[in-house]
């Protein structure tokens, strides 16, 4: 076989702990297998379903309408609610699939989708039924790995949390300096994950207003990690940012990916950016954060913050170019079934599982007297 005819999927992350998606959209299932987790952990099952349902899909008009429980069947890895040493497999069994709705999409790829590459890489042969493996079905399971990686990092005085920080035009506020436990709990009590309410409006208003013009609209999630220790991570390819990043790619939709001041320090001159080096409770710190908690690939002891930007959703109901795959020919495409409108809200606790997972993973590995 030749180098360019490999036709595995590459579904997994991770070094010491390794997590690995599996399933399609709307296959029976998907699941995630975890390997490398500690032994021992206690795992709050009725936390880590909370955890999930922030995700789910059908809860409000803001998201599609399909219905599913997401309640995760642990098939192994997990004793009497402890972690046992073996790898930790779960289930989560779909059952609203409406696979139909799909069926022009096998000979019209959508317009900004997978559909396409995915039938020239596997030669017409995916199961691109609701996006197949490409789609944001799968962050269900990413959700079970970063769940309970955030239990188990909470443990040890470190927390992740995340808000939508914008939707098309409509921004929020920032988070602080040094966002509290606190703080990320009442984001994720909120119905709409917002700082503020009134930028929360407005968001939802642009979402309503892209789902009445039978549109979709992109957004953007900051996230924050805080309690990490300082001199976590790699210079260079293995480095704090660099392990965050390849995998926050791996979430669907995902189209950039920025630390502390990002882009923005591009605008910058150094006085500006630099961030000064002082003294606090016996420990060395910095009095602001634009680096976002990593210099060289390595943790200073700030708070990680980063953002993420999603795409709009490419499955939309107005009339579309595309070809005809089995015709070689132009023709039109309209999308019909349910689909978000926006994904970015409901991405809001994919991104802290998979930073979670990240952070987690790079603990275990430099064994920084954390375990």
């Known amino acids: 076989m030749k180098p360019w005819e490999v036709t595995s999927v590459s579904s997994e992350f991770g070094s010491i702990l390794r997590v690995s998606v599996f399933g399609q959209s709307h296959g029976r299932a998907i699941g995630v297998n975890i390997d490398g987790l500690p032994a021992g952990e206690e795992i709050d099952l009725e936390e880590l379903q909370r955890f999930l349902d922030r995700r789910r899909p059908g809860r409000s008009p803001l998201s599609t309408a399909r219905k599913e429980a997401d309640v995760p069947e642990f098939l192994s890895g997990l004793e009497e609610g402890r972690t046992c040493g073996a790898p930790l497999c779960a289930v989560i069994w779909n059952s609203d699939q409406?696979?139909?709705?799909?069926?022009?999409?096998?000979?019209?790829?959508?317009?900004?989708?997978?559909?396409?590459?995915?039938?020239?890489?596997?030669?017409?042969?995916?199961?691109?039924?609701?996006?197949?493996?490409?789609?944001?079905?799968?962050t269900a399971p990413l959700c079970i790995a970063g769940?309970?990686?955030?239990?188990?990092?909470?443990?040890?005085?470190?927390?992740?949390?995340?808000?939508?920080?914008?939707?098309g035009y409509a921004q929020d506020m920032l988070f602080p300096p040094h966002p509290a436990k606190e703080l990320f709990d009442a984001l994720a009590a909120k119905p709409f994950p917002v700082l503020s309410d009134h930028a929360g409006e407005a968001m939802q208003a642009a979402i309503l207003a892209a789902k009445e013009?039978?549109?979709?609209?992109?957004?953007?999630?900051e996230c924050a990690a805080t309690?990490?220790?300082?001199?976590?991570?790699?210079?260079?390819?293995?480095?704090?940012?660099?392990?965050?990043a390849?995998?926050?790619?791996?979430?669907?939709?995902?189209?950039?990916?920025?630390?502390?001041?990002?882009?923005?320090?591009?605008?910058?001159?150094?006085s500006e950016n630099n961030d000064p080096f002082v003294m606090e409770e016996n420990r060395t710190c910095t009095e602001t954060n634009h680096a976002g908690g990593v210099l060289g690939g390595i943790t200073t002891g700030m708070p990680i913050v980063l953002r993420v930007a999603f795409k709009p959703t490419p499955s939309i109901g107005k009339l579309q170019k595309t070809v005809s795959l089995s015709a070689m020919e132009n023709t039109e495409l309209q999308i019909r079934g349910r689909h978000d409108p926006c994904i970015a809200h409901r991405a809001v606790p994919v991104v802290e599982a998979v930073t979670a997972a990240v952070l987690l993973d790079l603990l275990l590995e430099g064994n920084h007297g954390t375990f």
Request: glycine residues 18%; aromatic residues 8%; hydrophobic residues 40%.
């Open 147 to 167: 769940g309970i990686a955030k239990q188990i990092l909470a443990r040890r005085g470190i927390y992740v949390g995340a808000h939508l920080s914008s939707v």
């Open 246 to 270: 390849a995998a926050l790619f791996g979430i669907p939709a995902v189209k950039g990916v920025e630390f502390g001041e990002g882009f923005h320090a591009a605008r910058l001159r150094g």
């Open 227 to 244: 309690g990490l220790p300082a001199g976590l991570g790699e210079p260079m390819f293995d480095g704090v940012e660099s392990r965050l």
């Open 98 to 138: 409406h696979s139909s709705d799909y069926a022009e999409l096998r000979d019209k790829p959508r317009p900004g989708h997978a559909d396409y590459t995915a039938w020239v890489k596997w030669k017409g042969r995916a199961d691109m039924r609701g996006g197949g493996h490409f789609s944001g079905r799968l």
């Open 213 to 221: 013009s039978l549109d979709s609209v992109g957004g953007t999630v």
